[in-house]
């Protein structure tokens, strides 16, 4: 019976300077509990705004316009406003009311500016005054309701 030598090592080890074996081997990384999952976002939602916006944002004129498109699974859309302009961004907590905004609801809202660079603008206190006709509303514990 022969006996084969073992195999070589695919990683061969040195010894280094301080007397410690070290492996040329890559280290197998630990899974980061943050890999794999979405960043925060930056917008202020109803939560994370500040109260010096919010009462700024209270305080300012109510605009009207239509929902141009809103994704609840996403928790975002936008206002087209009434005076013309650029859309307005929406964020889910800042729907009052029971219904989900659908494409052609008319609204009513006020303005809060986005940070960092307050540039941009966001809806806030945002109400559903005329439901889109002949389309199916939802509500937010899942009721469908047409119009």
């Not at 073992?6 to 300077?17: A, G, I, K, N, V």
Request: glycine share 8%; net charge positive; hydrophobic share 30%.
């Amino acid at each position: 019976m022969s006996s084969a030598p073992p195999p070589p090592s695919q990683h061969p080890t040195h010894q280094s300077s301080a007397g410690l074996l070290d492996t040329q081997q890559a280290r197998d990384r630990s899974p980061s509990p943050l890999r794999g999952n979405v960043v925060p976002s930056p917008l202020p939602t109803r939560r994370t705004r500040t109260f010096s916006a919010t009462v700024r944002a209270s305080q300012g004129p109510v605009y009207k316009g239509v929902c141009k498109c809103f994704c609840r699974s996403k928790g975002h859309g936008f206002i087209t406003p009434a005076d013309g302009g650029p859309d307005i961004f929406l964020h889910i907590s800042d729907v009052e009311g029971e219904y989900v905004p659908v494409e052609g609801d008319e609204v009513t809202y006020k303005m809060c500016s986005i940070p960092p660079k307050n540039e941009k603008l966001q809806a806030v206190e945002v109400v559903i005054t005329h439901l889109a006709p002949g389309t199916k509303h939802e509500t937010w514990s899942g009721h469908i309701v047409s119009s």
